[in-house]
């Protein structure tokens, strides 16, 4: 990062690799080695998604998605063959299925969201035509893309059981990992995982650790993010439990505001640094919570490992 102050950092590139490996001229998308569309399977929702739309989807979101990489395309150097019907065009949709452990309803708020942000963007270019094809443009990609702000949040709950309540020392310790035996353990951890679900408000954690710690950087980076298009009492657009963890996966996504104030496209230009480069933020959060136990209630010391991963796309 340019900025030595900055809460957070640099995480990895694009999981997705597009092999255009051919000894003559690659075909157009849609041809011969580049299907199109591509149907996935998301925890058994199936989803056609064009090939474009996949490849500029948040690489933040990509990374979760196929952490190991996807690789579209050929990965041979044999020249394209307009007869060869070995092509991944000549194979049915329902044989080219890419199973993603994903969560369908993430997927569906992403899509909606990019559908809007397109036609947002679509009519800033037909209102603006002078601005879009101007040299302007090719220097601040800003003024004739929409831009989106995407904050990911992933967190990881671990509740302290204090023993005075009637469980053993031993078990003074996270109550995570896999599914326990003890049906109070269980019923602990599912109540937990429905409180911070709860807690829907996207700057609550963090304002409390600024509170805590006096840090500057932080709250900073919730000014920027307030004056480029959040507003402080956001909620997160999609917010759910993984499945059989003991993890809470939150994602809002906001068009970036470059309009306003007079200085509002110089702050709109620092969040391009995130374009293309998704950056992480990471922190420890503790609050005392009093679970409903049958008929008297649990204290419990609820921690949560949260991190956060910003980042701009263009559409």
Known sequence: MAMSNSPITQVSESPITQVQQYSSAPPSPGQGGFPSK??????GTRFEIDREVLV????????V?????LILGRGHS????EDDNNSDESISLDDQIIFVDFDPACMDYVLDFYHEAQTAGEAQR???PSTA???????NPLLNKQAIIVLREELDYFAVIPPKQGFPDKDDMPATGPVSADPSKVQVKTQCGTHLLEQRKIFTALQRNINKENNVAEQHLIDMLCVSGFSRDDEWGYRDIEPKKTSIVSIALVMLKTTGSGNQMATAQKLLLFWRKPARKC????????LQQDEHKLPIRLWARRTWTLELVLV
Do not use: C, H, K, T
């Open 38 to 43: 591509l149907l996935l399977d998301l925890r």
């Open 56 to 63: 500029s989807l948040p690489e933040s979101i990509l990374i």
């Open 65 to 69: 998605m196929f952490p190991n990489g």
């Open 78 to 81: 044999d020249s394209y063959d």
């Open 126 to 128: 037909l209102a603006n």
């Open 133 to 139: 094809s101007s040299n302007l443009s090719s220097q």
């Open 283 to 290: 922190w420890w959060d503790g609050v005392e919570v009093e």
